[in-house]
């Protein structure tokens, strides 16, 4: 399979990194700054390199596409691949907002390409055996999340508002975000409440929020984000499920199955299944783009996809719109 990489930072290189693990042929890379292009492509043994998206696409021979640039890049680069038939895996968040990530979906649509959107931790292990052990936890009642950067945070265009979209929110909240949808089966937003605000950095978007989502299944999630700050209860895209008969979280993961009325109940099962050393190992890069390149072989739309992108924007969306009036916003 032959893939192609736009942007050549940190983690463009990670998922360049994996699809030399996964035995696909890496054969173009574009970006707008020529150095930094040619030693993205010395490192990997890339032949082609390019300035926009559209000169590679005249060039053809291009299978699949890896978007991981500025987000205000995403929809164009993500929507004229589509257009020429080309997959593609488009970094979180998908887009600036969900009015740019629907035209993706619907560009997806229309052309029949896969379109994937990057939200790793759908397939990191700790995730995956939660989520089949949430089971055990009775009805799920509430959950928190923690997507924070503790002591340090991004420079750059991630603190720029016109080439960001938003802050930490947008950035690392949407790893918790998207993680607690996943452990709860994809639910629908019903509501959204933040309190979101810049105290830690000098830039236009947010460095600290919180935010509050109704979902549809009657779940109600508090999710931390924020950028520089001096203590986090959880890293990144930790969870914890509250259950009628149990507890579960993520990192360290573990779950508490309760016996008998949870004012008084023993625990009659608990567990730690995976003890880790690396909180975001290469293997979970590897992991997310093999399933990528499964769906193209198969024909099958890939989850999480346009769709789930496209409603984690709406939360996003709604979030912002909550910090600046004050008051629950509705999602559409």
Not at 150 to 163: A, I, M, N, Y
């Amino acid at each position: 399979m032959k893939i192609a990489f736009a942007g050549t930072g940190y983690i463009n290189k990670i998922h360049a990194r994996a699809a030399q693990n996964c035995g696909a042929d890496l054969v173009a890379v574009i970006n707008h700054k020529p150095e930094t292009m040619a030693a993205f492509a010395k490192d990997f043994g890339i032949p082609r390199q390019y300035e926009t998206v559209e000169s590679m696409l005249k060039d053809g021979e291009v299978d699949a596409l890896v978007v991981s640039t500025p987000n205000y890049l995403h929809a164009s680069q993500t929507i004229a691949a589509l257009k020429a038939g080309v997959h593609v895996m488009v970094e979180k968040p998908m887009a600036m907002n969900a009015a740019e990530a629907e035209k993706m979906c619907g560009a997806a649509d229309k052309s029949g390409a896969a379109l994937m959107v990057a939200h790793c931790w759908r397939f990191d292990p700790d995730v995956l055996w939660l989520k089949e052990q949430s089971k055990k936890l009775g009805k799920i009642i509430r959950t928190k999340g923690y997507g924070v950067h503790v002591r340090w945070g991004p420079s750059g265009w991630f603190t720029q508002k016109e080439l960001g979209g938003g802050g930490a929110m947008a950035d690392m909240g949407i790893h918790a975000l998207d993680t607690v949808r996943f452990l709860l089966g994809d639910p629908r937003p019903v509501s959204v409440y933040a309190k979101i605000g810049t105290y830690y950095g000098d830039f236009d978007v947010d460095d600290t929020g919180v935010i509050i989502v109704n979902w549809d299944n009657g779940v109600t999630s508090y999710i931390e984000s924020g950028w520089w700050q001096p203590h986090a209860d959880g890293l990144a895209a930790a969870t914890q499920l509250y259950g009628t008969g149990g507890f579960g979280q993520l990192f360290p993961t573990r779950v508490e199955v309760q016996k008998g009325k949870a004012e008084r109940g023993e625990i009659l099962e608990s567990g730690l299944e995976f003890p880790r050393k690396e909180h975001a190992p290469q293997s979970l890069y590897d992991d997310q783009l093999r399933y990528f390149m499964e769906c193209i072989e198969k024909h099958e739309k890939p989850v999480p996809g346009g769709m789930e992108g496209w409603v984690n924007m709406k939360v996003v969306d709604a979030a912002y719109r909550s910090a600046n009036s004050g008051q629950v916003e509705r999602v559409e």
